[in-house]
């Protein structure tokens, strides 16, 4: 399950919720954190590193590294990398991958693979990165498949001009960028398959998160990738307090047209708790999401 949407409407704690339910349900659930700014120790009360840690029975947590995971990519594509740029005579570092434009995507992608090939839980939750560095990843598998298919197509050249160069190390850039493009087409199609991914957009009920996330619908859907369900999150309700009062009429018309517009998508509401969702509080978002039925598992 990915959660998607603009920073700072609550998908952190729309995953931690999720995993705890799911959890709860005798799954055995993952929660991944894809946000530079990981936010899932605070809300889980727990110090999670780079490798997944157990949060309670049935559910564990991460927040990769970029920094660790980049030097591991380096790793995996060290050839790729030597034939890229340091032919051209520009030193690449492992540490640059994590900075590089474009590879950032991929490196968590690598990571989400491994996760994905492993098999080791029912359901992984993925806590996504801002709209603004999710659209690239949900793109980067057919992008990437598009690029390596074209190095390939030149593959007798260039394969001979490195073996030249380095006996045997057109073969192993060869072989690599092979090793990419499988990994970029088994996550497209997992990402495409309605039965292995679903994906949610969280959003709050304000002009420009709204926006963003329309944008974002239309450009997730562009690629052939289904988005089932959308978590309007902190809508007011309840308070005949001056405040309140204009802050529900002017989100109860975002709310309207959310669920005119998406009316066949499942559309969960969730009130403005006054208060820090965090530990024990997550299960009250899970039985508002999941035990009401509002959003399905």
């Not at 369900?229 to 405040?243: A, E, K, L, W």
Request: net charge negative.
């Amino acid at each position: 399950m990915y959660m998607a949407g603009k920073g700072g409407v609550g998908k952190s704690v729309c995953s931690a919720a999720t995993g705890l339910w799911a959890s709860g349900l005798g799954k055995k659930a993952l929660v991944f954190s894809m946000d530079p700014a990981h936010s899932l120790s605070d809300l889980l009360e727990v110090d999670i590193g780079n490798r997944p840690i157990e949060i309670r029975e049935g559910l564990d947590a991460v927040e990769p590294d970029v920094n660790a995971e980049a030097k591991k990519f380096y790793e995996r594509y060290r050839n790729l990398f030597k034939a890229l740029f340091e032919i051209m005579e520009f030193q690449i570092r492992p540490d640059d991958c994590g900075v590089m434009p474009g590879v950032g995507e991929l490196i968590f992608m690598d990571r989400l693979y491994d996760v994905y090939i492993e098999g080791d839980y029912d359901m992984v939750v993925i806590d996504s990165a801002p709209t603004a560095l999710v659209l690239p990843l949900l793109k980067l598998p057919e992008l990437t498949t598009g690029i390596v298919t074209r190095l390939l197509g030149m593959k007798s050249k260039w394969t001979k001009i490195f073996n030249m160069l380095d006996p045997g190390f057109g073969d192993a850039v060869l072989a690599e960028v092979r090793r990419l493009r499988s990994k970029a087409e088994t996550m497209r199609n997992a990402l495409i398959d309605p039965e292995t991914t679903s994906i949610t957009v969280v959003l709050i009920p304000e002009k420009a998160a709204v926006l963003e996330s329309e944008r974002l619908i239309n450009t997730v859907e562009s690629h052939g990738v289904t988005v089932d369900s959308i978590i309007i999150n902190h809508v007011v309700s309840g308070c005949d307090c001056d405040y309140c009062q204009k802050r529900m009429s002017a989100q109860g018309g975002y709310v309207s047209h959310i669920k005119e517009k998406y009316g066949e998508k499942r559309i969960a509401i969730l009130p403005s708790y006054g208060e820090e969702m965090k530990g024990k509080a997550l299960m009250e978002v899970a039985r508002e999401l999941y035990e009401r039925g509002q959003l399905r598992m």
